[in-house]
Nanobody, 115 residues
Framework: QAQFVESGGGSVQPGGSLRLSCAASGITFSFDIIAWYRQAPEKQRELVAHITSGGSTYYVDSVKGRFTVSSDSAKNTAYLYMTNLKPEDTAAYYC?????????WGQGTQVTVSS
C-alpha cells in the first residue's frame, strides 16, 4: 500500500532546530511534487513548502529563511530542516504530493515549540 511515513518531530525550545523525514513507500518521487503540510490545533492544514522533481522549491512566507526542503529520490525520502523554530510552528507535520492525494496522508509527526 502506497503511503508516506513522517518522522523526526519532537519538543524544542524557541530558536531550536529539527529535521523531519518523509519516507515514501510505493510512491515514485521522480515525476511528482513533494510537499510538507502542517496542521495546528483547531486550524486548517496548510502548505509549508514543496520541492519539485527538478529541485525547485517553494516556501510559505512564514517559514522563508528558516526552513529548507530537500529530497533524495534514490532513497525515496524528503526532508524538512527547520531552524529558528517559533511557538507558532507548533503543529503536526505531514508530507504528501501537491496537490495532495487523500489516500497518501500518513500519521504525521508532532513538532512542539515551547519554553
Amino acid at each position: 500500500q502506497a503511503q508516506f511515513v513522517e518522522s523526526g518531530g519532537g519538543s524544542v525550545q524557541p530558536g531550536g532546530s529539527l529535521r523531519l523525514s518523509c519516507a515514501a513507500s510505493g510512491i515514485t518521487f521522480s515525476f511528482d511534487i513533494i510537499a510538507w503540510y502542517r496542521q495546528a490545533p483547531e486550524k486548517q492544514r496548510e502548505l509549508v513548502a514543496h520541492i519539485t522533481s527538478g529541485g525547485s522549491t517553494y516556501y510559505v512566507d512564514s517559514v522563508k529563511g528558516r526552513f529548507t526542503v530537500s529530497s533524495d529520490s534514490a532513497k525515496n525520502t524528503a526532508y524538512l530542516y527547520m531552524t529558528n523554530l517559533k511557538p507558532e510552528d507548533t503543529a503536526a507535520y505531514y508530507c504528501n504530493l501537491r496537490p495532495p492525494r487523500e489516500k497518501y496522508w500518513g500519521q504525521g509527526t508532532q513538532v512542539t515549540v515551547s519554553s
